[in-house]
């Protein structure tokens, strides 16, 4: 257990770094392949951490489901060569004992593993009295109080350090992504833990490489605080999740390309012009609330008429043709046909709301 202990990082520093750069493959699949993507992967420069699958929770039986223990070693090995600290996925309480033993700096949680209360626990209970950052995927499904629940259970444990990972939600009839980002409810957990760590793990939003640098780039954009990303030395004979994994190269260009802002300057001009925008924004938005009160308002009105003459509430030609207008005009004034069909859905299921209160009156 010596190399455990010989340690070339400070991990609470690794931890707090912005951003923090996780990456490493999908799976360990042997020594020299974990070896040698950690090396290069080092050799970037670019890379905060380490990562890795041991174990493999796979959808589907049948699929690679990791080398297991006999990994840890590698992992091991790894951390001693490249000075960084690894992370492996965690989802037993057995699995956690095993990390920890063989020195395993940081562990996961994975969005299989989030979605069962019953696992989270028996990871939580194996944490008790450990001293160890846990990152925590969302789940699979896109509910929040999942990965809420499963903060606390881990918190409860008494665990200090907890990061979460936003690696998308599934979603039935997706086909741009793996899992669609669903970016929302990220940004609703980073507004309920605000000084909580949040990074983006673009390879299983994406499922593809093409895509990796945009979705990363939306996170850096979106101000979270980092990134994991999986990276293989032979990615097309990856055993598992091969189409997103990019060489331990690619991953450091990707990294030099990405926008870096900063969330605040102190410059005083840039935060009287901000307010400025930001007061012309609360006037446009008040305008856009009179507006829509009014509307209601004579969708009341129609529903009076209706419930006089006594037709249904919902007239399908007529909510098409909104819709044909909408999108043509939509269009001419640089509004996406997908906004225009979620702005125009949310607006028409309140109308016939009101209406409904109207009618059954
Ligand atoms: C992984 O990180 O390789 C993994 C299995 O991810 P997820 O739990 O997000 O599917
Ligand atoms: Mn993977």
């Not at 080092?42 to 041991?54: E, P, W």
């Amino acid at each position: 257990m010596e190399q455990a202990t010989q340690k070339a990082f400070n991990l609470d520093a690794v931890f707090n770094k912005r951003p923090l750069i996780i990456s490493g493959p999908c799976s360990a699949e042997t020594e020299e392949q974990l070896i040698q993507t950690a090396t290069r992967l080092a050799a970037t420069g670019k890379i905060d951490m380490l990562r890795a699958g041991i174990w493999k929770p796979r959808t589907r039986p049948g699929s690679f489901e990791g080398v297991g223990t006999k990994g840890l070693p590698w992992l091991q090995s790894a951390k001693k060569i490249t000075g960084l600290p690894v992370t492996v996925e965690v989802a037993t309480g057995k699995q956690v004992e095993d990390a920890l033993h063989f020195g395993v700096d940081v562990l996961w949680i994975g969005a299989r593993t989030t979605v069962n209360p019953f696992s989270v626990q028996e990871v939580a209970d194996a944490l008790r009295g450990v001293k160890v950052p846990v990152l925590i995927k969302n789940p699979i499904n896109p509910d929040l109080e999942l990965w809420v629940g499963a903060m606390e259970r881990v918190a409860n444990a008494g665990i200090e350090q907890i990061g979460l990972i936003h690696r998308g939600f599934s979603s039935y009839g997706n086909t741009e992504y793996r899992n669609a980002p669903m970016w929302h409810l990220a940004i609703e957990m980073k507004r309920r833990y605000p000084n909580t760590l949040m990074i983006n793990d673009p390879s299983h939003i994406c499922g593809r490489r093409d895509i990796l640098l945009e979705v990363a780039q939306t996170a850096i954009d979106l101000d979270f605080d980092g990134l994991i990303v999986e990276s293989h030395i032979d990615p097309d004979m990856a055993w598992s999740d091969a189409k997103q994994q990019i060489t331990p190269e690619k991953m450091g260009e990707m990294v030099d390309s990405i926008r870096w802002r900063k969330e605040d300057v102190a410059s005083e001009d840039y935060h009287a012009n901000l307010e400025k925008l930001r007061q012309q924004i609360n006037n446009l938005d008040d305008e856009l609330m009179q507006i829509l009160s009014q509307r209601m308002k004579v969708a009341r009105n129609i529903g009076e008429y209706k419930k006089e003459n006594n037709i249904t509430i919902l007239q399908t030609n007529r909510w098409n043709d909104i819709l044909d207008r909408a999108f043509l005009k939509g269009e001419k004034l640089g509004l996406s046909k997908d906004f225009v069909t979620r702005y125009f859905d949310a607006v028409h299921m309140e109308s016939i709301s009101q209406q409904n209160k109207i009618m059954n009156q």
